[in-house]
Structure formats: C-alpha cells, structure tokens
C-alpha cells in the first residue's frame, strides 16, 4: 500500500460528516421556514395532512409536503403512516408561547438580519469589523433603533435564550440577600422577573433603551410586578441607576470591544456602594482545547457585532481595569457561567 495515497484520502465516514456539517445552511433555512409558517402552531391540535397545512399557512402543497418530510427526517415534526404530520419534542420548541420556545430564535438566525450578515463572515476574518455593518450599512443596534418590526424579533429571540438559561442561573448562585438588583441592557425583563419572583423582598430595576420600553413594560405588567419593578430608558455608556445591592449584566459585555466593554463597566463601578456586587452573566471560554459552545458564540460576536467572548482571565483583566476585582466564576447547568466582582477596595465577603 502506498502510504501517501492512505494519508491523502480519509476515511468515507469523515467526509460524510464533513458533508454533513458544510450543508447545515439547509437545516437552518428549513427550520426557519417551518417558524415563519406557523407550522408547529397548526399541528397543535392533531396531525394534519400538508394539504391542509399549506391552505391555513398560505403556502404551495407539494412544496410544504417537500420540506415537511425532509423535517421529519431529521425528526422535527413526524409523518403518520396515513401521510399527515405531527408534532415532535423538537417540534414542540417551535410553537409560540410554550416554555422554552426555540422559534423566536429560529426566525432570527434565519432572517436576512442575520443571514446575510453570516454569509460575509470572510469580511470580519479578513478585516476583524463586524459583517453585520458591512452588510447593512451600520451597526445592529443603530439598525435595530431604525427599524421597530427587526428591535422587536431580536428582543423576543434574546427573551428566548433568556428562558432558556433562567432556572439555571437562579440554581448556581444565592441571590437572596439582594434587596436590590439593576440589570443593565435587560431588554424586556425577564431576568428581573424571575429574580423577583424568586425574592419575594426584593426590587429590581431594568436599564435598556427606549424601543424595549414598551415590551419590559407590558411583561412587568403581565407578571404584576410593576409595583416592584421599574423600567429606566438609557445607555448604559451613560448614566447608571446608583446605589442598588446588585448589577447584573446579562449578555452585555460579549457585544463589545475591549475599550468599550471596560467603560461600561467603569458605570456601574461609579454607580456602586462599597458593599454592592457586580455579576457578569456570560459564556466563559474554558482553558485548554476542549470543545465548547462559547468558542462558536464568538463567532457570533465576531460577525455581528466585533465583540467576544473572553477566558476567565481575561474577564479578570477586564474587571480590574474597571475598578473592579473578580471574586469567583460561578458555572452554571447551562452554557452561561456568573463572573462576580467588587470594587478594587472591598475585599471578598467570607
């Protein structure tokens, strides 16, 4: 045998899977299209036929039968012997208003939001600016003021990762000796809600900007928290609620550069009492070559928006430029680990 030949050609199953990872643009695409139609919303009652499917979801027979079959082959959705389709566990994720839902997020990892900015992933390899700017001729959240239908579709899909992290975050770390929480950037809420609802002393207070106002307000409503929550329109480059036990930033620091992300946190430190804490709540890239979700959200953060996710150590890095000291890194059941700090100063509580 020739050991050159052996070497060049690898083995059938690693060009299978190769094959397989080089066409997941089909999979997204198809599962978008899926939340798009209110597929998984329609079979909530029972099995129907893509016939049926196609006339309450506007759509051509066949074709629908087409994606709906090579769905169920990858077992979203399941077709009955009879040829009607029904709904899977996967599926399930995918209806609107059940815990856990995955379809806001499907729609907005398939939108031309999103995936026109993954399709000029060269461009930030190549130039280390976010795609997303080039693609759309400004920043996201400059495009995301500009437009309330594309705000409204990534807050629902940042709501959506929230929920599904919420009960881990609330098991990995004590929360209840906070009579008082801010959460910078936090959207419409949910965090808040769930800290409250979780501390029934405690009051919390959601800093973000104004198109999120509306929705933080009808949640915080629906919740009837409104007498202990507070929504406060604002940058969090600007002026920060002071004097609060707790600082939360969720998803916030990944978004930007280093410089910008050290100035935010140079806020809350002006806004904090020597006692108070800080938790960053972010994807913490681990040490070593181990696989990990946060090495692929940095490529997310790459794409869209030029920020990253960051090692332990370099949240340390961070913090202290800040004027802040990390105390712990607290993982979580869920992708997200919690980064607490306290002003330089103060040393950590026993």
Same mark, same amino acid.
């Given at each position: 045998?020739?050991?050159? =030949?052996?070497?060049?050609?690898?083995?059938?199953?690693?060009? %299978?899977?190769?094959?397989?990872?080089?066409?997941?643009? #089909?999979?997204?695409?198809?599962?978008?299209?899926?939340?798009?139609?209110?597929?998984?919303?329609?079979?909530?009652?029972?099995?129907?036929?893509?016939?049926?499917?196609?006339?309450?979801?506007?759509? =051509?027979?066949?074709?629908?039968?087409?994606? @709906?079959? %090579?769905?169920?082959?990858?077992?979203?959705?399941?077709?009955?012997?009879?040829?009607?389709?029904?709904?899977?566990?996967?599926?399930?994720?995918?209806?609107?208003?059940?815990?856990?839902?995955?379809?806001?997020?499907?729609? @907005?990892?398939?939108?031309?939001?999103?995936?026109?900015?993954?399709?000029?992933?060269?461009?930030?390899?190549?130039?280390?600016?976010?795609? *997303?700017?080039?693609?759309?001729?400004?920043?996201? *959240?400059?495009?995301?003021?500009?437009?309330?239908? %594309?705000?409204?579709?990534?807050?629902?899909?940042?709501?959506?990762?929230?929920?599904?992290?919420?009960?881990?975050?609330?098991?990995?770390?004590? *929360?209840?000796?906070? =009579?008082?929480?801010?959460?910078?950037?936090?959207?419409?809420?949910?965090?808040?809600?769930?800290?409250?609802?979780?501390?029934?002393?405690?009051?919390?207070?959601?800093?973000?900007?104004?198109?999120?106002?509306?929705?933080?307000?009808?949640?915080?409503?629906?919740?009837?928290?409104?007498?202990? %929550?507070? *929504?406060?329109?604002?940058?969090?480059?600007?002026?920060?609620?002071?004097?609060?036990?707790?600082?939360?930033?969720?998803?916030?620091?990944?978004?930007?550069?280093?410089?910008?992300?050290?100035?935010?946190? #140079?806020?809350?430190?002006?806004?904090?009492?020597?006692? =108070? #804490?800080?938790?960053?709540?972010?994807?913490?890239?681990?040490?070593?070559?181990?696989?990990?979700?946060?090495?692929?959200?940095?490529?997310?953060?790459?794409?869209?928006?030029?920020?990253?996710?960051?090692?332990?150590?370099?949240?340390?890095?961070?913090?202290?430029?800040?004027?802040?000291?990390?105390?712990?890194?607290?993982?979580?059941?869920?992708?997200?680990?919690?980064?607490?700090?306290?002003?330089?100063?103060?040393?950590?509580?026993?």
């Amino acid at each position: 045998m020739n050991p050159e =030949a052996s070497q060049a050609a690898p083995p059938a199953g690693d060009g %299978a899977a190769l094959r397989q990872l080089i066409m997941g643009f #089909r999979t997204t695409q198809m599962i978008y299209v899926a939340a798009k139609l209110g597929i998984a919303d329609h079979l909530r009652e029972g099995p129907q036929t893509a016939d049926t499917l196609a006339q309450a979801v506007g759509a =051509a027979p066949r074709p629908l039968y087409r994606l @709906l079959r %090579a769905l169920a082959s990858i077992g979203i959705f399941a077709e009955t012997p009879q040829g009607a389709f029904e709904i899977t566990q996967s599926a399930r994720l995918l209806q609107s208003n059940v815990t856990g839902s995955l379809r806001t997020t499907a729609l @907005l990892y398939g939108d031309d939001l999103f995936w026109a900015t993954y399709g000029r992933m060269l461009h930030s390899v190549r130039t280390g600016e976010p795609a *997303f700017d080039d693609v759309h001729g400004e920043s996201l *959240f400059r495009h995301l003021e500009k437009n309330p239908a %594309a705000a409204s579709l990534f807050h629902q899909a940042m709501s959506g990762f929230s929920d599904q992290e919420m009960a881990a975050i609330l098991a990995a770390y004590d *929360f209840s000796g906070f =009579a008082s929480v801010v959460d910078i950037g936090g959207g419409q809420g949910a965090l808040v809600a769930a800290l409250l609802k979780a501390n029934p002393g405690m009051r919390g207070t959601i800093l973000d900007l104004e198109p999120a106002a509306e929705g933080a307000r009808r949640f915080l409503a629906d919740a009837g928290l409104t007498e202990r %929550a507070t *929504f406060v329109p604002g940058d969090f480059f600007g002026t920060i609620p002071s004097g609060n036990d707790l600082y939360l930033l969720k998803s916030v620091i990944h978004n930007w550069n280093d410089s910008a992300a050290a100035d935010i946190l #140079r806020g809350c430190r002006r806004a904090m009492t020597d006692d =108070a #804490r800080i938790v960053v709540i972010e994807r913490v890239i681990p040490a070593g070559k181990v696989a990990s979700e946060a090495m692929l959200f940095d490529i997310n953060m790459l794409v869209v928006l030029g920020g990253q996710e960051r090692t332990e150590q370099e949240y340390r890095v961070l913090l202290h430029a800040a004027g802040l000291e990390l105390t712990r890194v607290v993982p979580t059941g869920s992708a997200m680990s919690l980064i607490e700090g306290v002003p330089s100063r103060v040393r950590k509580m026993p």
